[in-house]
């Protein structure tokens, strides 16, 4: 089973400020690497996949980066909307997929 | 438009059994593999099952592998868990996602469409 690390658990950002997340995986899944988005009560949206093409309807200000074992999600000026949890989710060849634990960007 | 709704959740005791179902709607159902994610109270994502597009293939995490069965109805746009041996630790909201491939041979994709899920609580 492939792990999925994030770091950092809790990130603190004023809104307008960049954000950037890191995800690491425990064996190369290529590009196969997604980011979600979750906002209390919701469930996960789509932000990214191929680990740098935004999915439909997300705005320009996310953009995900990397490839192999290390990857990236920065959003570059926070605005109140983005607060939330992100997770990284690999599907790389068969099962088990597995998610990070999850990184939450809160209002410092 | 595109969406997916799930039902069936409910309180259950540990050693019952639970069934959920997954309407899929806007799409054409039967190209997509489909999954099932799981999150307990407070915590993290954590896939459960799939199936292939055509329903002929099917794999699932090892904490339900015996006691889950995924199935999916072509016809009725229609995905299903069935729950057995239920336990504490299987509370939780479940989610049913779209996968943008049919699976398998078909390829893999990331999970681009997701229901609004359902909860299932596990507790005498």
């Known amino acids: 089973e492939i792990v999925m690390t994030q770091s950092p658990a809790t990130l603190s950002v004023s809104p307008g400020e960049r954000a950037t997340l890191s995800c690491r995986a425990s064996q190369s899944v290529s590009s196969n690497l997604a980011w979600y988005q979750q906002k209390p009560g919701q469930a996960p949206r789509l932000l990214i996949y191929?680990?740098?093409t935004r999915a439909t309807g997300i705005p320009a200000r996310f953009s995900g980066s990397g490839s192999g074992t290390e990857f990236t999600l920065t959003i570059s000026s926070l605005q109140s909307e983005d607060f939330a949890v992100y997770y990284c989710h690999h599907y790389y060849n068969w099962p088990p997929w597995t998610f990070g634990q999850g990184t939450k960007v809160q209002i410092k | 438009q595109v969406q997916l709704v799930e039902s069936g959740g409910g309180v259950v005791q540990p050693g019952r059994s639970l069934r959920l179902s997954c309407a899929a709607s806007?799409?054409?159902?039967?190209?997509?593999?489909m999954h099932w994610v799981r999150q307990a109270p407070g915590k993290g994502l954590e896939w459960v099952a799939v199936i292939s597009c055509d329903g002929n293939n099917r794999n699932y995490a090892d904490s339900v592998k015996g006691r889950f069965t995924i199935s999916r109805d072509n016809s009725k746009n229609t995905l299903c868990l069935q729950m057995n041996s239920l336990r504490a630790e299987d509370t939780a909201v479940y989610y049913c996602?779209?996968?943008?491939?049919?699976?398998?041979?078909?390829?893999?994709?990331?999970?681009?469409?997701w229901g609004q899920g359902t909860m299932v609580t596990v507790s005498s």
């Open positions: 806007g799409f054409t159902f039967s190209s997509n593999a």
């Open positions: 191929g680990a740098s």
């Open positions: 996602a779209r996968d943008p491939k049919g699976g398998y041979s078909y390829g893999w994709g990331a999970f681009d469409i």
